[in-house]
C-alpha cells in the first residue's frame, strides 16, 4: 500500500485511557492518527460510569498514567480512591495537556471496519462517514458494552443504567430507588444512593464478597513519596503480578495458625481495598485456603449487619472468595442497618416483571419510582464485536469468536492483519490495574508499528492457537473458573463460557510480549 494512500495511517476507536496514549506515542513517532469515540467528551469509561458513588477501586497514585514525567509531577490527586469526576478532570487534563483534542472526533460511533484490498482499514461511522487507515487500533475498553436484562413488563418512571447515567446527573432526593444488581457498581452505589433517596430496594441475584476502602483524603506525604521515588515505583507495579501493590504474601494461608491467618486478615481488612487478595499466596488455587479468607469476609459481614436474617442473606456462598472481582466499598454493609434500605432476596423471589409502579417478584410487589440498573457489561467481547469487524476475504470476527475470544497474546487476531486490539481478551486485562496493562499495550502497539514501517502484520493462527491454549490452561489452575463471572462471559445469557483474560500476571505477561518482540515478532507473520 503506497504511503499517504488512507486518509490516515492510523484509526483508534476509543479516547479513553487507552485510546489517548495511544495517539500521544504515534504522534510521537510521526504517525497521522484519527480518534473516534462514541461519547461527547474523552474519558471512555470514566465518561460514562456516573452513577452516584462511582470511583476507582484501585488507589489513585497507581492508577495513573506513567508515561510523561511532567504529568505526574504536575498532578496531585486529592483522595485514596479518586471519584469518577476527578478521574476525568484528569483526562480532559491530559487531552489538553498534550493537545491531542484536534485528532479526535467525539459523538462518532465506529459501527463497521473492514480489511480491504490491497491493504487497509475502511471504517465506518454511525453518522455515515467511510475513513480509511493502514493500521486499525480498538482502545474500546473492557466493560464498555452495558447489559440491560429484558425484563417482561414495563415501568412508567425513569430507569437508568450505572454505565450510561445521563451527564446531567439525576435527582433521587426523595425518590423511591430500585438498585438491580450488586456488582461494584451496586455496591458503591448503594450507600451514596441511601443517603438521599427517600427507600432504597436492593434486588440481589447473587451476593458479592467486599472489602472496605477505607478512603480519605490523599495524605500528602503518601503523594511526595510517590512522586520522590516513582521511577522505582513504576517499574515494581509494571513487573508485579497485578499492576497494583498488594504487597504480597509468600506464605499458604494453610501454613500458618488460625491466629496468624486472622491477624493477616484483619490488618488488611483495617488497611483496605483490594492487598487483601494478597494476604497469602494460594487464595486463588487453593478452595481450603481460599475458604479460610471467605469465612473471613462471611465474619465482618454478620458483625456489621445488625438483622441476623438480612445477614445471612448477604453471605455469599456460591463462588470462591476472588473468582468474581472483589468489590471495594465505603458502607456497604452498614446500609442495610437503615430503616429505609430494604434486600429483595431474587433467590427465594425472582423478578417477574416490571409493573408500572414497580417491580413485581415472586412473591410482592415492590413500588419504586426510579429503576437502577446496576447490572454490568457485556465484558471485553461485547465492544469489539458491537462494531462489524471483518478482516481477509470478509471475515467476520463475530463468527471466528463464535465459540468465545481467539487471539496472539489478546493483541491481535489471526486473519485481521494490522488490527490490534489493546488489552484484548487473552491479556491480563481487567485482572490487572488498567492503567498498567493500557500502557504496556500502547508502548508494544506503538514500537511494533515503528519496526513494521508500514509492513502488514498478521498473527500466526498456530501461535494463536498455541496462546488460547496457553490462557486456558493457567486459568484452569487456578479457582478463577469456578464462579459464573463476567470473566467467564457467564452473566450474559448464550455468550460462550471461555476464562477470557490471562491469570499468568502482568510481570510474565510483559516479558513475553517483550521476548516475542526481540525474537522478530515471533508467531506473527508479516508481508
Ligand atoms: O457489574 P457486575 P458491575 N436480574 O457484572 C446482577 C468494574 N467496576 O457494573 O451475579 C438481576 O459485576 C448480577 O447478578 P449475578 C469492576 O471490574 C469497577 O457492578 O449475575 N440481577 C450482579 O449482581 C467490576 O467487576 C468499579 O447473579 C442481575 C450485577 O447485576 C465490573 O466493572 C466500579 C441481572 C452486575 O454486577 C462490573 O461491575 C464499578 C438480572 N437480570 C465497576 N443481570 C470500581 O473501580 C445482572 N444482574 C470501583
Redesign the pocket.
Known amino acids: 500500500m503506497p504511503p499517504g494512500s488512507t486518509d490516515h495511517d492510523v484509526i483508534i476507536i476509543g479516547a479513553g485511557f487507552a485510546g489517548l496514549y495511544m495517539l500521544h506515542r504515534l504522534r510521537g513517532q510521526g504517525l497521522s492518527a484519527r480518534v473516534l469515540e462514541a461519547g461527547g467528551g474523552v474519558g471512555g469509561t470514566w465518561y460514562w460510569?456516573r452513577y452516584p458513588g462511582?470511583?476507582?477501586?484501585?488507589e489513585s497514585l497507581q492508577y495513573s498514567y506513567s508515561f510523561a514525567e511532567d504529568l505526574q509531577r504536575e498532578w496531585t490527586w486529592t483522595e485514596r480512591y479518586a471519584t469518577q469526576p476527578e478521574i476525568l478532570r484528569y483526562l480532559d487534563h491530559v487531552a489538553d495537556r498534550f493537545d491531542l483534542r484536534r485528532d479526535i472526533e467525539l459523538n462518532t460511533r465506529v459501527t463497521a471496519a473492514s480489511w480491504d484490498a490491497p491493504g487497509a482499514w475502511v471504517v465506518e461511522t454511525d453518522g455515515g462517514e467511510r475513513l480509511s487507515a493502514r493500521y486499525l487500533v480498538t482502545a474500546v475498553g473492557c466493560?464498555s458494552a452495558a447489559?440491560l436484562?429484558r425484563?417482561p413488563g414495563s415501568f412508567r418512571g425513569p430507569s437508568y443504567h450505572?454505565?450510561r447515567w445521563p451527564a446531567e446527573g439525576v435527582d433521587l432526593a426523595g425518590r423511591r430507588v430500585a438498585v438491580?444488581?450488586?456488582?461494584?457498581?451496586?455496591?458503591?452505589s448503594i450507600p451514596v444512593i441511601a443517603e438521599s433517596a427517600e427507600h432504597v430496594t436492593v434486588?440481589?441475584?447473587?451476593p458479592?464478597f467486599s472489602v472496605p476502602a477505607r478512603n480519605g483524603p490523599l495524605r500528602p506525604e503518601d503523594d511526595q513519596w510517590f512522586k520522590a521515588n516513582h521511577h522505582e515505583l513504576r517499574h515494581q507495579l509494571r513487573t508485579s503480578h497485578s499492576g497494583l501493590f498488594t504487597s504480597p504474601n509468600p506464605d499458604s494461608a494453610l501454613a500458618v495458625t488460625e491466629e496468624e491467618r486472622g491477624r493477616e486478615f484483619e490488618a488488611r481488612w483495617e488497611r483496605g481495598g483490594l492487598a487483601f487478595l494478597g494476604a497469602f499466596s494460594d487464595l486463588m488455587i487453593s478452595e481450603e485456603a481460599n475458604r479460610t479468607a471467605a469465612d473471613f469476609v462471611r465474619g465482618k459481614i454478620r458483625a456489621t449487619v445488625r438483622d441476623p436474617a438480612v445477614a445471612d442473606l448477604l453471605l455469599p456462598g456460591d463462588h470462591p472468595l476472588g473468582s468474581?472481582?472483589v468489590?471495594?466499598d465505603t458502607g456497604y454493609y452498614a446500609a442495610y442497618n437503615r430503616p429505609d434500605v430494604t434486600l429483595a432476596d431474587?433467590r427465594t423471589a425472582p423478578?417477574r416483571e416490571l409493573t408500572p409502579g414497580g417491580v413485581r417478584t415472586a412473591d410482592r410487589e415492590h413500588p419504586v419510582d426510579v429503576i437502577v440498573y446496576?447490572?454490568?457489561?457485556d465484558?471485553m467481547t461485547g465492544p469489539l464485536l458491537a462494531i462489524d469487524i471483518r478482516g481477509k476475504g470478509g471475515l467476520s470476527l463475530r463468527e471466528k469468536w463464535r465459540a468465545g475470544p481467539r487471539s496472539y497474546l489478546g493483541l491481535m487476531s489471526a486473519g485481521f492483519p494490522n488490527l490490534f486490539t489493546i488489552t484484548g481478551p487473552g491479556s491480563p486485562s481487567?485482572l490487572s490495574n488498567m492503567i498498567v496493562s493500557i500502557e504496556q499495550h500502547v508502548d508494544w502497539i506503538a514500537e511494533c508499528l515503528d519496526r513494521l514501517g508500514g509492513r502488514a502484520l498478521d498473527a500466526d493462527p498456530l501461535a494463536e492457537d498455541a496462546w488460547v491454549e496457553q490462557v486456558n490452561e493457567i486459568a484452569g489452575l487456578t479457582l478463577f473458573p469456578r464462579a459464573?463471572s463476567?470473566y467467564m462471559g457467564?452473566?450474559i445469557p448464550g455468550k460462550p463460557r471461555v476464562f477470557m483474560p490471562f491469570v499468568g500476571g502482568v510481570g510474565v505477561y510483559r516479558d513475553i510480549c517483550a521476548e516475542v518482540a526481540a525474537n522478530g515478532y515471533q508467531g506473527f507473520l508479516r508481508d
Open positions: 460510569n462511582a470511583r476507582c477501586d484501585v466493560l447489559n436484562p425484563l450505572t454505565g438491580i444488581g450488586t456488582g461494584s457498581s451496586g455496591i458503591q434486588f440481589q441475584r447473587t458479592n468474581k472481582r468489590c471495594v431474587l423478578i446496576a447490572t454490568g457489561f465484558a481487567v459464573n463476567w457467564a452473566n
